[in-house]
C-alpha cells in the first residue's frame, strides 16, 4: 500500500515537472522570445534584420555596412533603378569588428539567394586604425552583446580563436534562453511601466525599417556641436588594415556579384585630419589595387562626401536631414551612374 503511494505520489510529481517544463517552454518560445522588443534599439535593429535573413528575405541589390551606411534608404534607392529591382539594407549596428562585411555577406548567401549587386559602406577607421576584432575582447564586451543577436555561433566559429571557442560557446549556450537574455529590459521595462510604450516605441522602429527596406538614423533630431567632433579627432598615425575587407570581396568576386563601394559622408573637421594623416591617400591606393585584382570590384566617391557639421547627429552618424542630402545623391548617382547594372 505505501509502495502504490510512493509510486502514485512520484507519478504526480513527474506530470506536474513535465506541465511546468511545458509551461516555461511556452513562455519562453511565445512571449520572452519576443522580449528585444522592450530593448534599445540597435537590439530591435538586429534581431529584426537576423529574422529578415533566416527567413531568406533577399533582393536584387544588398546593401552591407556598419552603423554609418543604416541612414541608406534601400526603397528609395529602388526608385533610382525604375523600379524594376528589389533592394534592402542588411547594415548593423557598430558591432566592433572590421569582419563585419564578410561575416554579413557569408551569412546572407547561407540563407538567401545570390544577390546581382552589392552596395558596401564601412567606418574609414576600420581601414586605418588597425584590427578591431570583438574576438580579442571577449564575449562579455557590450559590442559583442549585439554580434551574437545577429550572428548564431555557427555563422562565427571559424574565426573564433581556439583558445577562446570554449567561452564563446558557452555565452551563447547561456543567453539561449530569451528571459535571460533580455533580463536587463523586461526587468526594467516593468520598473519603469514603461512596456506599452516600449512596445509602440519598437513598433515605430519596425515600421520605419519596413518603409525603408531597413534604414535606420541615429540622432536623427541632433546637430552636433563642435566641440564633441574636436574631441574624436583621429591623432594615432596610419595602422594599415585591409585584411578582412580583401576578404570579403574576394567572396563578392567568388560568387560572381559585383561590388561598388564608397564612403559614407564625413564630418568637414574630422575629413581635414584624417587628409592630413594620409588615410585618404591610402584607402585610394588600396582601393585602386583591389579594382586590379577582383574584376567585379568598384570604388565609387558618391558626391562630396566632406559634409557641414549640421548634417550630422554626432561625431560620425548622419542625422535625419544629413540623411536625406546622402540619399538625394546616392539615388541620383545609382540613377546616372549604376543605371543597367541590374539585369
Known sequence: MAENSSILSFKKLLLGLIIFLMLVLLLETML??????????????????????????????????????????????????????????????????????????HKYLSYCKRPELIIASTSIEHFCQGNTDVFNRGPENYEFKRFRRFFSIWDIWGEIPRSKKKIFL???????IPSYDYAFWIIQSLKDHAVLSSLRHANNIIQHMQQTNGQIIYNEDAVANDVDIAGSLPTDPLIKNIKNFERFVALCDKNDIRIVFFLMPIHHMRYKKM???????????????????????????????????KYFGDWSHLNKKGADKFNWELKSYARNTLEGIVK
Open 32 to 105: 520572452f522570445s519576443k522580449a528585444y522588443l522592450v530593448a534599445d534599439k540597435s537590439t530591435i535593429c538586429s534581431v529584426f534584420k537576423k529574422i529578415m535573413m533566416e527567413r531568406h528575405h533577399s533582393a536584387d541589390v544588398v546593401i552591407f555596412g556598419d552603423s554609418r551606411t543604416l541612414a541608406i534608404d534601400a526603397k528609395s534607392l529602388e526608385e533610382s533603378f525604375g523600379g524594376n529591382i528589389t533592394a534592402y539594407n542588411y547594415s548593423l549596428y557598430n558591432i566592433g569588428t572590421d569582419l563585419l562585411l564578410y561575416l554579413s555577406l
Open 275 to 309: 587628409a592630413e594623416l594620409g588615410w585618404f591617400d591610402y584607402i585610394d591606393q588600396e582601393m585602386d589595387r583591389l579594382q586590379r585584382k577582383y574584376r567585379r570590384f568598384e570604388y565609387h566617391k558618391i558626391g562630396d562626401f566632406n559634409y557641414e557639421g
Open 170 to 176: 558557452a555565452t551563447y549556450l547561456t543567453n539561449a
